[in-house]
Structure formats: C-alpha cells, structure tokens
C-alpha cells in the first residue's frame, strides 16, 4: 500500500523554526517528486515546495529563503526544515507525491493525513 | 503566477441530480507539443486530506467512480459529478501544473440540497 506518513508538526513561537518529516512507503521514493502543501485553518490549498526526484527544488514566494526541502532516499523519507517561522505559516502541512517523475511541479496522487504546525507567542 | 477561478464557491444539488463545477485559468495551461493540458481536480472531505480525481484535465484516477469526469481545454475547464451520492459532499479544488509556482482556486463547496 502506497502511503505518507507525516511528522514533526507542533507550537513554535514567531521566528521559531521546524522541521518536518514525512516517511514514504509501498513505491519508489526515489523516482518521483515529492512536495509539500499545506492548508492554514478554514482556507483552501497553498503549494509549498516541490523536490524533483534528481534534486531540483522549487519553492512558493511566501516561503523563499526561509524553508528547506529535502530527501533521503535510502530512508524513503522527504524533509522540510523551516526557519524564520511567522503566524502566517499556521497550517497543516501536507506531503504529496507527484504524479509523475522529474522536477517540476505535477498533479499529486497520494497525500499524507498531515501534520499541524502553529506559530504563535 | 497563473490565478485559478472557482465557480461557484458553493452550491446545493439534489441527490441523483447533476453538479457542475467550473475552474478558469488566467492564461492557457495547455502544452502545445503534447496536447495536454496541466490541470488537475481534487476532493477534499472535511478531516481528510484531499484525494486526486482527475489528471490531464479528463482522465480519471484509477478508483475513482465513473460518475466524475473533467472536461475543458486550454483556460476553461468543468468538473462534473453525475447523480449526486450523499457521499460527494465536499469541497473541490482546481489545480494547475502547468508552470511554477503550481496555484490551486479557491475551492467549491458541494452540499446535498
């Protein structure tokens, strides 16, 4: 069974940082994009980050400069480290894999259950 | 960064009746050396993360029910759910991947009437 697990998710205070994990099973991580999403309560989805299967990395406006994505292949696992965290990050962060293989951004076919992150003081 | 358009936000369809929902793209997310275009459709059920339906503007993904399909070509698309189950209740997304940043609409919510 095809499935992301996300973690790492909690309170964080401004300017705090996180880092978030989500472990991948039942494909091949290493051959296809992977990338973040999250949801900030009551509102609709906003992409986040994408790491495309060869390293390629792509990232919204809103986070440039302040978040990190990465993957370890031989863990089947894909990182976001986010720095410099603002009350405007509250979210839930979702992991998806890209339909497909290669950078870029894609359609994304399996999702993570999520994981919450609140910036507040 | 191509701005995605719902429409409706929100709308009542009676069970087993038809609900059409309509994505607009401020420019063409159709790529002209392969025909396709980059949008795709998802649901999202309150709690649940979202659940790809379709791909490629019509194709559906494996396991989801024949009732939905995508329709649509270059910045206007429709998705459409044919004899509404309670089940469908919902909220839908457009998305484009056709270039970066992807940008999703702003989400249609779907109620049983």
């Known amino acids: 069974e095809v499935q992301l697990v996300e973690s790492g998710g909690g309170l964080v205070q401004p300017g705090g940082s996180l880092r978030l994990s989500c472990a991948a099973s039942?494909?091949?991580?290493?051959?296809?994009?992977m990338s973040w999403v999250r949801q900030a309560p009551g509102k609709g989805l906003e992409w986040v980050s994408t790491?495309?299967?060869?390293?390629?990395?792509y990232y919204a406006d809103s986070v440039e400069g302040r978040f990190t994505i990465s993957r370890d292949n031989s863990k089947n696992t894909l990182y976001l480290q986010m720095n410099s965290l603002r009350a405007e990050d509250t979210a839930v962060y979702y992991c998806?894999?890209?339909?497909?293989?290669?950078?870029?951004?894609?359609?994304?076919?399996?999702w993570g259950k999520g994981t919450t992150v609140t910036v507040s003081s | 960064d191509i701005v995605m358009t719902q429409s409706p936000d929100s709308l009542a369809v009676s069970l087993g009746e038809r609900a059409t929902i309509n994505c607009k793209s401020s420019q063409s997310v159709l790529y002209s050396s392969n025909n396709k275009n980059y949008l795709a459709w998802y649901q999202q059920k309150p709690g649940q993360p979202p659940k790809l339906l379709i791909y490629w503007a019509s194709t559906r993904e494996s396991g989801v029910p024949d009732r939905f399909s995508g329709s649509g070509s270059g910045t206007d698309f429709t998705l459409t759910i044919n004899s509404l189950q309670a089940e469908d209740v919902a909220v839908y997304y457009c998305q484009q991947y056709y270039t970066t940043p992807c940008t999703f609409g702003q989400g249609t919510k779907l109620e049983i009437k």
């Open positions: 790491g495309g299967s060869g390293g390629s990395t």
């Open positions: 998806a894999k890209n339909g497909g293989s290669g950078g870029g951004v894609y359609y994304m076919d399996v």
């Open positions: 039942g494909f091949t991580f290493s051959s296809y994009g």
